[in-house]
């Protein structure tokens, strides 16, 4: 079934559309959530509420790239979720990813920054896209997916060193722009 035939059941309140949702993007959604919880009922109670946020959400919206909208709820479902039972205790992966890119974006904490967050959202997807293909995987690996740098490193065939090196001069770069575009 195709996505914008998906969405369309979702405006229409059609049921069907957490199945079909399910059946297309069930795995990617649960991939998602098990790279920055790495555990089994976590991951599938997130991807559940993803299911449970995209009906809520359309309408109003209506995603045009809906495999997109669905990680981009997944990925914050679940780091909501991690930061809720790792509150008393900082550690794993997703602490460390969360620290590296705080380097380059700080927290926005009023509600009047609502625009400039948009603005930011639409300078780091250019940004991301403007990199080259080993550069915006890497990123994207990483940053996205919160993949470790030694998995990372074993996926590309890189050394763990050149891995990180990578993603610093990424992070510097966008650290770079957003101060540049007056982000940062």
């Not at 790792?86 to 380059?104: F, H, Q």
Request: some cysteine.
């Amino acid at each position: 079934m195709t996505d914008s035939k998906i969405v369309e059941m979702y405006w229409v309140r059609n049921e069907q559309a957490v199945t079909a949702t399910s059946e297309k993007y069930g795995t990617y959604c649960y991939t998602v959530a098990y790279g920055i919880l790495h555990n089994v009922e976590d991951s599938k109670e997130s991807v559940n509420d993803t299911y449970m946020s995209a009906w809520n959400s359309m309408p109003p919206h209506k995603p045009s790239v809906l495999k997109t909208f669905l990680g981009k709820i997944t990925r914050r479902i679940s780091i909501d979720r991690w930061r809720r039972k790792n509150a008393e205790k900082r550690g794993g992966e997703i602490a460390e990813v969360l620290d590296e890119l705080s380097e380059c974006i700080s927290p926005i904490v009023d509600p009047i920054a609502e625009m400039e967050k948009e603005m930011l959202d639409k300078t780091i997807n250019a940004f991301v896209k403007e990199l080259n293909d080993k550069e915006q995987r890497v990123f994207l690996c990483r940053y996205w997916y919160a993949k470790p740098v030694k998995e990372i490193a074993k996926l590309f065939g890189f050394s763990e060193s050149k891995v990180k090196v990578m993603l610093m001069r990424t992070r510097n770069k966008l650290k770079a722009r957003l101060e540049t575009e007056g982000l940062l």
